[in-house]
């Protein structure tokens, strides 16, 4: 089974909520599905997170006993700077990254992305437009992996 990196938007208010109340994380991402923006980045996460620096993924406050594995809360003022940060990434730095990885690389599902730059291309869209589209709004973020 694969494991897929989540991304859901919420406001600040909603975001802080859930921040001093952690039980409220699985009632408002798995019930009512409380989220603004939505996207994930499929098996992509682990490679984009080497590219990137960790740019758009492991920020904010952490939660552990929250979506299956835990989760990361992240605040409309992070949303905005990570916004700004993969604005600068293009497609040919992208793929210059990931060669820079090379090909022994043991991160998640590397393998699958040598072979297809453009599936590669088009989660690194996902998370970029996602992070865009929220600091447009104004909104937080929460991530997590399942």
């Not at 990196?5 to 699985?26: G, H, K, P, V, Y």
């Given at each position: 089974?694969?494991?897929?990196?989540?991304?859901?938007?919420?406001?600040?208010a909603?975001?802080?909520?859930?921040?001093?109340?952690?039980?409220?994380?699985?009632?408002?991402?798995l019930?009512d599905?409380?989220?603004?923006?939505?996207?994930?980045?499929?098996?992509?996460?682990?490679?984009?997170?080497?590219?990137?620096?960790?740019?758009?993924?492991?920020?904010?406050?952490?939660?552990?006993?929250?979506?299956?594995?835990?989760?990361?809360l992240?605040?409309?003022?992070?949303?905005?700077?990570?916004?700004?940060?993969?604005?600068?990434?293009?497609?040919?730095?992208?793929?210059?990254?990931?060669?820079?990885?090379?090909?022994?690389?043991?991160l998640y599902?590397?393998?699958?992305?040598?072979?297809?730059?453009?599936?590669?291309?088009?989660?690194?869209?996902c998370?970029?437009?996602?992070?865009?589209?929220?600091?447009?709004?104004?909104?937080?973020?929460?991530?997590?992996?399942?």
């Amino acid at each position: 089974m694969s494991m897929n990196m989540f991304f859901r938007a919420f406001t600040q208010a909603e975001i802080d909520a859930m921040e001093n109340d952690n039980s409220l994380i699985d009632q408002w991402v798995l019930e009512d599905e409380k989220y603004t923006l939505t996207t994930d980045v499929e098996t992509a996460w682990d490679v984009l997170a080497a590219i990137l620096d960790g740019v758009g993924f492991w920020i904010g406050e952490e939660v552990d006993n929250a979506l299956f594995n835990g989760c990361n809360l992240i605040s409309a003022a992070e949303v905005k700077v990570n916004a700004e940060k993969l604005a600068e990434w293009t497609h040919e730095k992208i793929i210059a990254g990931m060669r820079a990885l090379g090909e022994n690389s043991d991160l998640y599902h590397f393998e699958a992305f040598q072979d297809d730059d453009e599936y590669l291309l088009e989660q690194f869209d996902c998370l970029q437009n996602f992070y865009k589209e929220a600091a447009e709004k104004g909104l937080g973020a929460l991530s997590y992996a399942a």
